[in-house]
């Protein structure tokens, strides 16, 4: 029987993708959730313990979807773009919120 296997074959490559782009791309949609909210930056409230399990919760994700990828190429391609677009909008929104003050 010959099927195609639509596993990635270099999956410690796509996991690696996961971890290091990942994790950017998790703390860059907890900062822009942490904007949304007006997060204060106390970590003992409700809502910085709330923007800390997004993030754990968040990474979780992006590994798994990381496996899903055909290849590592792709993981790392589409992982790592995501990162840079999310921690960009990042950026641009608190220049702006300071009123353009870094």
Do not use: E, Y
Not at 18 to 42: E, K, T, V, W, Y
Not at 61 to 67: M, Q
Request: net charge positive.
């Amino acid at each position: 029987m010959n099927t195609k296997r639509r596993s990635m074959r270099h999956w410690p490559l796509g996991l690696c993708a996961g971890l290091i782009p990942g994790a950017f791309l998790a703390l860059g949609i907890m900062i822009m959730a942490g904007f949304a909210c007006d997060a204060q930056g106390d970590p003992f409230s409700v809502t910085g313990q709330s923007l800390t399990w997004l993030a754990g919760l968040l990474w979780v994700a992006v590994l798994n979807v990381s496996l899903l990828f055909r290849t590592a190429r792709g993981a790392w391609v589409w992982i790592g773009a995501s990162a840079l677009v999310v921690c960009a909008a990042d950026l641009l929104v608190h220049h702006f919120r300071n009123g353009g003050a870094g």
